[in-house]
C-alpha cells in the first residue's frame, strides 16, 4: 500500500530534550515536505526537499532540522524543543515532473513539549 | 504574495443539506487549486483538484470551479451526510521550485442526522 508513515504519532517531552520524529514514503517521490498544524493557523510549512541531499527552510523553520540522506526518508529534528514546538506535525511527499504536483500526507504527529 | 482565505468555522448542517465552503485566494502566476479533506485523527487526504480557469474538480458528490475572475476555488455538496463530519481545508501551489502549498486555516464540519 503507498503511503507515507510517522513515528511516534504521540510524544509527550520536556523542554530541551533533543527529539526526532522520522516520515517514511514507499512511492518512490523526489519531494517530501514538514508541516505543523495549530487551531486558526492552518499548515505552515517547515522545511521541504527537493531530492536527496537538498533542503530548503519553508515559512517556520526556526527551532527545527531536517536531513535527506535516503530518498524515502526525511526525519525532523528538535535540537532543543521549547513549549511554542507544541503542535500536530505532519510529512508530505509527491512526485516532481508535471504540476500540479499532489500531495500525499501521514497521518500526523501531535507533540507535547512541557 | 500567495495566500488562501477560507471561510471560517465550524459549520454545523442536518443530513441532506446543501454544503458551501468558500475559499478565495492570492497568488503570482496561475496555480493549482486545491481541496482537501482531515478526518479525526487522521492525515489530510485529497479530495479534488483544478489546474487551470474554469476546470471543475469533482469527488465524492463535492464540486468546486476555478474562478480566475473572482479568485475563488468554493467547496460545493448537494446533500450532506454524517460521513461528511471532517476539516476542510482549501489550497493552492503555484508549481514553481519547492512545490510549496499555501493552505487555508481550515472549516470544520460537522453533519448532525
Known amino acids: 500500500e503507498a503511503q507515507v508513515t510517522q513515528n511516534p504519532r504521540y510524544l509527550i517531552t520536556v523542554t530541551g530534550k533533543k527529539l526526532t520524529v522520522t516520515c517514511s514514503q514507499n512511492?518512490?517521490?523526489?519531494?517530501m515536505s514538514w508541516y505543523r498544524q495549530d487551531p486558526g493557523l492552518g499548515l505552515r510549512q517547515i522545511y521541504y526537499?527537493?531530492?536527496?541531499?537538498?533542503?530548503d527552510k519553508g515559512d517556520v523553520p526556526e527551532g527545527y532540522k531536517v536531513s535527506r540522506k535516503e530518498k524515502r526518508n526525511f526525519p525532523l529534528i528538535l535540537e532543543s524543543p521549547s513549549p511554542n514546538q507544541t503542535s500536530l506535525y505532519f510529512c508530505?511527499?509527491?512526485?516532481?515532473?508535471?504540476?500540479?504536483?499532489?500531495?500525499?500526507f501521514g497521518p500526523g504527529t501531535r507533540l507535547t513539549v512541557t | 504574495g500567495n495566500s488562501v482565505t477560507q471561510m471560517e468555522g465550524p459549520v454545523t448542517l442536518s443530513e441532506e443539506a446543501f454544503l458551501t465552503i468558500n475559499c478565495t485566494y492570492t497568488a503570482t502566476g496561475y496555480p493549482s487549486l486545491f481541496w482537501y479533506v482531515q478526518y479525526p485523527g487522521e492525515g489530510l487526504q485529497l479530495l479534488l483538484k483544478?489546474?487551470?480557469?474554469?476546470d471543475k474538480g469533482s469527488n465524492k458528490g463535492f464540486e468546486a470551479t476555478y474562478r480566475k475572475e473572482t479568485t475563488s476555488f468554493h467547496l460545493e455538496k448537494g446533500s450532506v451526510q454524517v460521513s461528511d463530519s471532517a476539516v476542510y481545508f482549501c489550497?493552492?501551489?503555484?508549481?514553481?521550485?519547492?512545490?510549496?502549498?499555501?493552505f487555508g486555516t481550515g472549516t470544520s464540519l460537522t453533519v448532525i442526522p
Open positions: 508530505a511527499s509527491s512526485p516532481t515532473g508535471t504540476a500540479p504536483y499532489e500531495q500525499y
Open positions: 526537499s527537493m531530492n536527496v541531499e537538498v533542503t
Open positions: 512511492m518512490n517521490h523526489e519531494y
Open positions: 489550497a493552492l501551489s503555484d508549481g514553481g521550485y519547492g512545490n510549496q502549498f499555501y
Open positions: 483544478a489546474t487551470k480557469a474554469d
